[in-house]
């Protein structure tokens, strides 16, 4: 009796250790479900090689502009816990589409083919600068009614990429006098590289990209610094983009950012990261 019972006091103790140690940790379930405390793990990835936007920093930790928004949403909304998965763009676009990951930030335009792979949040997160890379001598040329008049040729642009989409929408609306298009399905050039050689007269880049290539002092293309210009001629909203069974996630993204842009942060991190507050052309933006 002495036995069973010692048997009996010890394994009933173990199991109030065991639930002791388990008051109050978290759980989550493979899709990143609810914790035992309503806490939801959610994957959030991002362009880990797109700076100014979000990039892995030489601590190792993410950052960049739309990091530092979502790492901000994070902070307003409770129920959610963030974990952030660095990888290429289209690691995410497939990601994202297929719940590998709930949400990512890429930088994304709006596209209608887009629209039937992700759910595009009410609120956008940022704003971004489009401009054309062309030699010096040509630096004249500051919009894409310019460019297409000068009869100039653009460099190639793969045809999902949104690039594409805003150069096709400004020809749809100016039908005398289109920029001549080229696209193929998986078809990218290195703009700089096709300018500075004469391939091509220009090329359409996001401001980010063509700072860290040219502006940059160690970027690859710092010495054609005086050889060829970026000129802006839009500038664009940004969105993250959400899976399609996340609406409700989305919603509560769409509460948190709003505070965040009334409370002019989105602001900081844009003169933060881009060096000028894009914001402040808002009124401006038609897309």
């Known amino acids: ?15 109030m250790i065991l639930a002791g140690c388990g008051s109050g940790s978290k759980t989550s379930t493979e899709s990143g479900a609810s914790s035992d405390n309503n806490i939801r793990k959610v994957k959030v990835a991002y362009d880990q090689a797109s700076k100014p936007m979000s990039w892995i920093d030489e601590n190792g930790k993410p950052t960049g502009y739309d990091v530092e928004v979502m790492k901000k949403v ?9 974990e ?3 990888t290429s763009s289209d690691d995410l ?4 589409e297929q719940g590998k990951y709930q949400a990512g930030v890429k930088n994304a335009f709006w596209t209608q083919e887009r629209t039937e792979k992700f759910i595009f949040p009410k609120e956008f997160i940022g704003l971004s600068s489009a ?35 805003i150069i096709d929408e400004y020809n749809i609306a100016n039908p005398d006098n289109k920029v001549k298009l080229k696209a193929g399905d998986e078809f990218s050039v290195d703009v700089v ?13 996001i401001e980010g990209p063509f700072q860290k ?17 970026y000129n802006e001629f839009a500038v664009i909203k940004t ?32 003169v933060e990261f881009y060096g000028k507050d894009l914001f402040e052309v808002l009124d401006k933006v038609n897309r």
């Open 239 to 270: 969105w993250p983009l959400f899976n399609k069974k996340e609406q409700e996630f989305a919603d509560a993204y769409d509460e948190a950012v709003k505070q965040l842009k009334e409370e002019k942060k989105t602001n900081k991190f844009s």
């Open 74 to 82: 994070d902070e307003l909304l409770p129920a959610y816990e963030f």
């Open 1 to 15: 009796m002495k036995v069973v019972l010692k048997t009996f006091v010890t394994g009933f103790a173990l199991v």
């Open 213 to 229: 290539q040219v502006t940059a002092k160690d970027g690859p293309y710092h010495h054609l610094k005086n050889d060829v210009v």
């Open 84 to 86: 952030y998965v660095g």
């Open 131 to 165: 401009g054309l890379v062309l030699k010096k001598e040509n630096e004249n040329i500051k919009s894409l009614a310019d460019f297409a008049s000068a009869g100039f040729t653009l460099a190639p642009i793969a045809a999902n990429n949104a690039q594409y989409t």
């Open 93 to 96: 676009l497939i990601g994202v």
């Open 193 to 205: 590289q096709w300018v500075n050689e004469g391939r091509v007269d220009g090329g359409v880049m």
